[in-house]
């Protein structure tokens, strides 16, 4: 295979982890659906969990290596582990790197599963102390750093606030304590930010959204330093399990091809739509970091390469039915969870949701929509929003 360590950014995308089938000539590696593959003639000095060796799928399979061989290098890392979900990469770095007794700093509002994991189950049966902050405040986490703090913990942008938190800042004190970074990098993908460049251990990313971009896959990837990831693939992924089915690994890695085309236009029109609804009478907030009046809009313009991605959260006036009415007006953007397909998804959440008061304070009136900006024209976006907020006289 040709060296790509030199290629631009969109040519890695394309053609790391690729290579010529050598039985056909095919110019694309196939999917390789096999739990098991031929040992050596000589396998009595065989490590039978060897994450590197392919022996059995849910030790590593070929198309999982290819996808890995990508994401390292499209995320500048030398090494990548990929999960059968981007909530198995997460806990797959709790369990390999949180030891009881420790103390983990978390973005307050982060994923359902992280909060659960960290704020519930980590706690409960291991002891580990967690403190959730709002990283978007580097001043807050500073002060949460104890002398057993073993890992800071972003999502940036957070899910669903948008908040962004300033990576090279908190790693900067994350290693001055002797504490690894984690930066949950899903909403931005690698074409918009890369962690690692700015100081983070660990960047971690659920493939099923941007990464894939089409809705039709799932999984979950970790990228960093060699030592880091092959104690998550030796501790987590052989022994926990969580493998990625190859046909999945095939789709992702067929997926990130058009990345870069993909998050192009998913910033351009979120913004357009972004601030079509921020000068809408009925529209009481809009929080997207590529607004000038998000709160933390500048640390975004410098370490998210001037693109803020596809998703935005926003409220309307009035109760949980007209949010409903709204949601059910819509004709083209769909009322559903997941982020970062191809076609516009959104979700309303009440203001009886379990985390509710973590919740900056204009998410918690009449709860909050958030709206993941598909691939459709800009115009089809907005008329659909406008005949629905007309439906429900706003
Ligand atoms: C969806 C999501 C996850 C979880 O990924 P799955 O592939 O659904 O397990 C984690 N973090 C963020 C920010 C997400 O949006």
């Given at each position: 295979?040709?060296?790509?360590?030199?290629?631009?950014?969109?040519?890695?995308?394309?053609?790391?982890?690729?290579?010529?089938?050598?039985?056909?000539?095919?110019?694309?590696?196939?999917?390789?659906?096999?739990?098991?593959?031929?040992?050596?003639?000589?396998?009595?000095?065989?490590?039978?969990?060897?994450?590197?060796?392919?022996?059995?799928?849910?030790?590593?399979?070929?198309?999982?290596?290819?996808?890995?061989?990508?994401?390292?290098?499209?995320?500048?890392?030398?090494?990548?582990v990929v999960l059968a979900t981007g909530v198995a990469a997460l806990a797959g770095v709790f369990?390999?790197?949180?030891?009881?007794?420790?103390?983990?700093?978390?973005?307050?509002?982060?994923?359902?599963?992280?909060?659960?994991?960290?704020?519930?189950?980590?706690?409960?049966?291991?002891?580990?102390?967690?403190?959730?902050?709002?990283?978007?405040?580097?001043?807050?986490?500073?002060?949460?750093?104890?002398?057993?703090?073993?890992?800071?913990?972003?999502?940036?942008?957070?899910?669903?606030?948008?908040?962004?938190?300033?990576?090279?800042?908190?790693?900067?004190?994350?290693?001055?304590?002797?504490?690894?970074?984690?930066?949950?990098?899903?909403?931005?993908?690698?074409?918009?930010?890369?962690?690692?460049?700015?100081?983070?251990?660990?960047?971690?990313?659920?493939?099923?959204?941007?990464?894939?971009?089409?809705?039709?896959?799932?999984?979950?990837?970790?990228?960093?330093?060699?030592?880091?990831?092959?104690?998550?693939?030796?501790?987590?992924?052989?022994?926990?399990?969580?493998?990625?089915?190859?046909?999945?690994?095939?789709?992702?890695?067929?997926?990130?091809?058009?990345?870069?085309?993909?998050?192009?236009?998913?910033?351009?029109?979120?913004?357009?739509?972004?601030?079509?609804?921020?000068?809408?009478?009925?529209?009481?907030?809009?929080?997207?970091?590529?607004?000038?009046?998000?709160?933390?809009?500048?640390?975004?313009?410098?370490?998210?390469?001037?693109?803020?991605?596809?998703?935005?959260?926003?409220?309307?006036?009035?109760?949980?039915?007209?949010?409903?009415?709204?949601?059910?007006?819509?004709?083209?953007?769909?009322?559903?969870?997941?982020?970062?397909?191809?076609?516009?998804?959104?979700?309303?959440?009440?203001?009886?949701?379990?985390?509710?008061?973590?919740?900056?304070?204009?998410?918690?009136?009449?709860?909050?929509?958030?709206?993941?900006?598909?691939?459709?024209?800009?115009?089809?976006?907005?008329?659909?929003?406008?005949?629905?907020?007309?439906?429900?006289?706003?």
């Open positions: 295979m040709a060296d790509f360590s030199n290629s631009d950014f969109v040519t890695r995308c394309i053609h790391v982890g690729n290579d010529i089938d050598k039985e056909t000539g095919a110019i694309r590696r196939p999917i390789t659906m096999a739990n098991s593959y031929r040992l050596p003639d000589d396998a009595s000095t065989l490590n039978w969990s060897d994450p590197n060796n392919i022996i059995y799928t849910r030790t590593t399979s070929a198309n999982q290596f290819y996808l890995q061989e990508r994401l390292a290098s499209l995320e500048g890392g030398e090494d990548c369990f390999s790197f949180i030891d009881q007794d420790a103390h983990v700093i978390c973005t307050d509002v982060s994923y359902i599963a992280v909060y659960r994991l960290l704020h519930e189950y980590f706690p409960d049966k291991y002891g580990v102390e967690v403190s959730l902050v709002d990283t978007s405040n580097v001043e807050e986490v500073r002060k949460a750093i104890r002398p057993n703090t073993k890992l800071i913990h972003l999502e940036t942008p957070g899910n669903p606030t948008t908040r962004v938190s300033d990576i090279a800042e908190i790693a900067e004190l994350a290693h001055e304590a002797g504490a690894l970074v984690s930066v949950d990098s899903t909403f931005a993908s690698p074409f918009i930010q890369r962690p690692l460049e700015l100081g983070a251990d660990l960047v971690i990313h659920s493939l099923t959204k941007y990464i894939n971009g089409h809705g039709d896959a799932m999984g979950g990837a970790v990228i960093g330093k060699t030592e880091l990831i092959d104690k998550i693939k030796r501790e987590a992924m052989v022994n926990i399990g969580g493998a990625i089915s190859p046909f999945n690994a095939w789709l992702i890695t067929r997926g990130i091809v058009t990345l870069p085309l993909r998050m192009k236009q998913h910033s351009e029109t979120a913004l357009r739509v972004a601030q079509f609804l921020e000068a809408y009478p009925g529209v009481t907030f809009v929080a997207y970091p590529g607004l000038e009046s998000h709160p933390q809009h500048a640390i975004a313009k410098k370490q998210m390469h001037g693109l803020y991605s596809g998703v935005l959260s926003f409220g309307i006036d009035g109760d949980v039915a007209r949010h409903n009415d709204f949601v059910n007006a819509l004709q083209l953007i769909i009322s559903a969870v997941s982020i970062g397909h191809d076609e516009s998804l959104i979700v309303y959440t009440g203001p009886d949701d379990e985390r509710i008061n973590y919740y900056p304070e204009e998410f918690r009136k009449h709860g909050f929509l958030r709206f993941s900006v598909g691939l459709e024209s800009a115009n089809d976006i907005i008329k659909d929003l406008t005949q629905a907020f007309e439906k429900v006289g706003l």
